[in-house]
């Protein structure tokens, strides 16, 4: 069976907004998900055995809820999960898991860009999908609308945009975008801040599809 690693909870975003919707996800797609809410758990010495890893964490740790400026994946470590994927493992960030890792460091250059900020609280956006992308990630995707986070974001290179995030006001942030690094793949979703994103059923298609394809179940 083909085995996952989903890493969640951080300030802001409990896990138990994504969970459940990642567990069903799994499920329908028969895929083994193990998730994980503390980052000192992370198997670091068993990478090799998942087909894929999820970050659905900003990367600052938290001591007795206040947020540090201690990083869970300090500049080794992201170098271990670029060579994982550069083997051949698939990564998918989601949301926070953009947020407040270096600007410099390999995290950011392993996934092409990092979250700078969002205009406050949450807003109607609309999920516009690319038509030119015809890509697996996206496949069988159509436009929806959420209500959510508009993260914006300062990308490296020039990464394939799936989807861009389209407020009321008409002002575009990416929304998808994927990529190879080595012989792995790589996608982000910048969606995810509200449970109801989460559960959406689109939600769900994208993850779905961006699993089996960074998975090497799709081409």
Known sequence: MVKWLALLEDRYHPAERSRHSLEAISRSIEYDLEILTRAEEFPWDRLKSYDGIVIGRDALLVENGVRTDKLWCPEGRQQE???????????????????????????????????????????????????????????GVSDWEINDEQYFIDMDGDPLILAELISEEGEAAPAAWAHRHGQGKVCVL??????????????????????????????
Do not use: C
Request: hydrophobic share 35%.
């Open 81 to 139: 999960l670029a060579d994982y994927v550069a083997a051949g493992g698939g990564l998918i960030a989601i949301h926070s898991g953009l947020a407040q890792y270096p600007k410099e460091g390999t995290y950011r250059k392993l996934v092409k860009g990092t979250f700078t900020h969002h205009p406050p609280g949450t807003r109607k956006l609309l999920v516009k999908s690319s038509p030119s992308a015809n890509h697996p990630v996206t496949a």
């Open 190 to 219: 910048t969606p995810g801040h509200t449970a109801e994103t989460w559960a959406h059923p689109t939600m769900g298609r994208l993850i779905a599809n961006a699993m089996k394809w960074a998975g090497q179940q799709e081409t």
